[in-house]
């Protein structure tokens, strides 16, 4: 009896709290509550940072191609404006006869925008726009290029005849800078000049470019003879116009390169010298015909946008055109401006 009571006390002594007994209860729904509702917002946290680096990526990113993109499109824009009407040493290329055109006629195939250089710059308003949609001006710029570092007259030319470059290997600098049958050119020295279309189908080896009144050629005769210093150029007409949100360069009816995407605008001011000093005294976007060979500058601007649309948390205006526009999406908006002095009408 002594045993059992001795036993009985001891098993409870070991079931009293404090006497080496290990509590195995674990959390109860108060403390677990609170640990979920913690873990919740930590995480929640490290969400919204994760978000915030992703949104601040998507915008730089974005911001980098708006930036790249503008001034490509300055660069390319301005580099090919700056050469405007250059026609050698004639001071420019709408004083040069038109072997193509006459006052009441024009050759077969005849190209109104491209074959007719009677002005170097033809500009054109866009039609009016309520914003947000941005107007989207449009300009044609012609000129003459060298033939590789410059092709010369071999000898005196009769005004009827076919003209004879001067160059030691004529396969080599007309074959690389892609002289071929019915190409337009130009022969020129300080005092005239004339536009026609090349006839000859063996330019490339023989340097003979030839005006046979044929195809857009109404005739053979130049308006002079030229003589051993006059230059030969090919020729060039650019037509910068913006096209279901691209901006593209074509060169004929059938020939465009796109430069630019996701323009929204496009407006141009031309530089008009109104008293002969050969600076500018007025900004307009429409030119009289009878000026537009005063035009000594061009000022545009481009509105760009980004590709992808929520980059914002809401809409931002900004300024286009001297108008604040504001956009009805969450894009990146950037305006790129530049002015071009024409350096072959202030020299």
Do not use: W
Not at 118 to 126: E, K, R
Not at 134 to 139: G, N
């Amino acid at each position: 009896m002594k045993q059992n009571s001795f036993k009985k006390q001891n098993s409870k002594r070991n079931l009293m709290p404090g006497a080496g007994f290990i509590n195995n209860q674990g959390f109860n729904l108060v403390e677990l509550m609170i640990a979920l509702t913690l873990g919740l917002i930590v995480s929640l946290g490290i969400m919204q940072v994760l978000i915030n680096i992703t949104n601040s990526y998507r915008q730089q990113t974005a911001l980098n191609h708006l930036n790249e993109s503008g001034q490509y499109a300055l660069s390319y824009l301005s580099r090919d404006l700056r050469d405007v009407g250059f026609a050698g040493c004639l001071s420019d290329i709408g004083k040069a006869s038109n072997l193509m055109k006459t006052a009441t006629s024009t050759g077969t195939g005849f190209d109104t925008i491209y074959d007719d250089f009677s002005q170097a710059i033809i500009g054109t308003q866009g039609a009016n726009t309520t914003l947000p949609v941005l107007p989207k001006d449009s300009i044609i710029i012609k000129g003459a290029n060298l033939i590789g570092s410059g092709a010369f007259l071999n000898s005196s030319t009769a005004a009827n005849a076919s003209l004879t470059l001067y160059t030691g290997s004529p396969a080599a600098i007309f074959t690389s800078n892609g002289l071929s049958q019915n190409q337009l050119l130009l022969v020129s020295d300080c005092q005239n000049g004339d536009i026609f279309q090349q006839t000859s189908s063996s330019i490339a080896t023989d340097g003979i470019a030839a005006h046979a009144q044929t195809g857009k050629n109404l005739s053979n005769t130049l308006s002079a003879s030229y003589g051993s210093m006059a230059n030969i150029y090919t020729l060039y007409a650019h037509q910068y116009s913006v096209n279901n949100g691209e901006l593209v360069r074509s060169s004929s009816a059938s020939n465009s390169q796109t430069i630019l995407s996701n323009v929204d605008g496009f407006v141009i001011y031309y530089g008009v010298d109104t008293d002969g000093d050969r600076s500018v005294n007025q900004y307009t976007r429409t030119v009289a015909a009878t000026n537009l060979s005063k035009i000594v500058s061009i000022r545009f601007e481009l509105a760009l946008s980004s590709t992808e649309d929520n980059l914002l948390p809401a809409s931002q205006a900004y300024t286009f055109d001297n108008q604040t526009v504001t956009p009805t999406d969450k894009k990146l908006h950037r305006v790129y401006q530049q002015t071009v002095a024409l350096k072959n009408r202030i020299r």
